[in-house]
Nanobody, 123 residues
Framework: QVQLAESGGGLVQAGGSLRLSCAAS????????MGWFRQAPGKEREFVAQ??????YYADSVKGRFTISRDNRKNTVYLQMNSLKPEDTAVYYC??????????????????WGQGTQVTVSS
C-alpha cells in the first residue's frame, strides 16, 4: 500500500505555469512507477505522464509543455506544467504502481491514486 498526497494546484492564466507535487508514503518509492492523470468536467480520466526508474512517457497533448520528475530522497514526484492552455483545466491525480511493475506508458492502469488537485486555466 502507498498513500499519495497532491499539492500545487490553483488558478493560472493561459500561457502561465504551475508545478504539482505528490508526496508518497513508504520505503519503496524509488522502485515504483509514478505518474499523473487528469479528469476534466464531463470527460473520462486520461493519462498525462509517467516516470519509472528508466523512462518517462507523456500524452501527446502535453509533450513539450509538461515535464515529470521525481526526487527519491523526498519520496516526491513533480509535474511542471508550462504554456498552460484552458483545455488543461482538470482535476489532476497522482498515481502509483506496486514496486517493480511497469513501465506501461499511456496504457498504464495504476492501482493507487491520490485525492486530486484542481488546476484551472483561464483564457
Amino acid at each position: 500500500q502507498v498513500q499519495l498526497a497532491e499539492s500545487g494546484g490553483g488558478l493560472v492564466q493561459a500561457g502561465g505555469s504551475l508545478r504539482l507535487s505528490c508526496a508518497a508514503s513508504g520505503r519503496t518509492f524509488s522502485s515504483r512507477a509514478m505518474g499523473w492523470f487528469r479528469q476534466a468536467p464531463g470527460k473520462e480520466r486520461e493519462f498525462v505522464a509517467q516516470i519509472t526508474w528508466i523512462s518517462t512517457y507523456y500524452a501527446d497533448s502535453v509533450k513539450g509543455r509538461f515535464t515529470i520528475s521525481r526526487d527519491n530522497r523526498k519520496n516526491t514526484v513533480y509535474l511542471q506544467m508550462n504554456s498552460l492552455k484552458p483545455e488543461d483545466t482538470a482535476v489532476y491525480y497522482c498515481a502509483a504502481d506496486d514496486p517493480g511493475n511497469g513501465p506501461y506508458g499511456s496504457s498504464w492502469s495504476p492501482p493507487y491514486w491520490g485525492q486530486g488537485t484542481q488546476v484551472t486555466v483561464s483564457s
